[in-house]
T-cell receptor
């Protein structure tokens, strides 16, 4: 099974501060994704990447940036955090090919005060 | 893009009965429909999926049906157990190519009572 890890697992930030969420996968998957999960909204795609050096906007990219410096690492960056970005963030990875399956990391709980 | 509607949002059934969750999608080009199960405090995990070249798929007590004409797919859990209690998400692929982007429904909270 794909191994996807996230750090930190919990984060408290102040409004206006910069937050970086990190994701690492060790199965050499091409595609990586960042979602946020909120009650009543399910999982919503923020940014995704289909390889090192690429980032694409998902369905709710406003207020977020992403960085994919290598095949293994995909970061989500909140330059100016706001309380509305308080959420649980999941990273996922998937192989480009015949399988569409996405493997999720354990999640990061972010609270912006 | 794609929009996925999932109903019901809350489902409560008695042990050993069946549970059904329904999803609809908008994009006729969507061709992959997975179902994820998420236990409290855990990450979502794939439990079953179906591609557009199939109408029915079964893995043990899980059955997925796909009606492409109606743009509708559903998950049926037979002989439910308390361990089936969790949040369930359906999803649909928005596009093919190299991106494999999924659009998720808002989830169904299933509770199986003894």
């Amino acid at each position: 099974e794909a191994a996807v890890t996230q750090s930190p697992r919990n984060k408290v930030a102040v409004t206006g501060g910069k937050v970086t969420l990190s994701c690492n996968q060790t199965n050499n998957h091409n595609n990586m994704y960042w979602y946020r999960q909120d009650t009543g909204h399910g999982l919503r795609l923020i940014h995704y990447s289909y390889g090192a050096g690429s980032t694409e906007k998902g369905d709710i990219p406003d207020g977020y940036k992403a960085s994919r410096p290598s095949q293994e690492n995909f970061s989500l960056i909140l330059e100016l955090a706001t309380p509305s970005q308080t959420s649980v963030y999941f990273c996922a990875s998937g192989h480009r090919g015949s399988s569409y399956e996405q493997y999720f990391g354990p999640g990061t709980r972010l609270t912006v005060l | 893009g794609e929009q996925v509607e999932q109903l019901p949002s809350i489902l409560r059934v008695q042990e050993r009965s069946s549970a059904s969750i329904n999803c609809t999608y908008e994009n006729s080009a969507s061709n992959y429909f997975p179902w994820y199960k998420q236990e409290p405090g855990e990450n979502p995990k794939l439990i079953i999926d179906i591609r557009s070249n199939m109408e029915r798929k079964q893995i043990q007590g899980l059955i997925v049906l796909l009606d492409k004409k109606a743009k509708r797919f559903s998950l049926h859990i037979t002989d439910t157990q308390p361990a089936d209690s969790a949040m369930y998400f359906c999803a649909a692929s928005a596009s093919g190519g190299s991106n494999y982007k999924l659009t998720f429904g808002k989830g169904t909270l299933l509770t199986v009572t003894p």
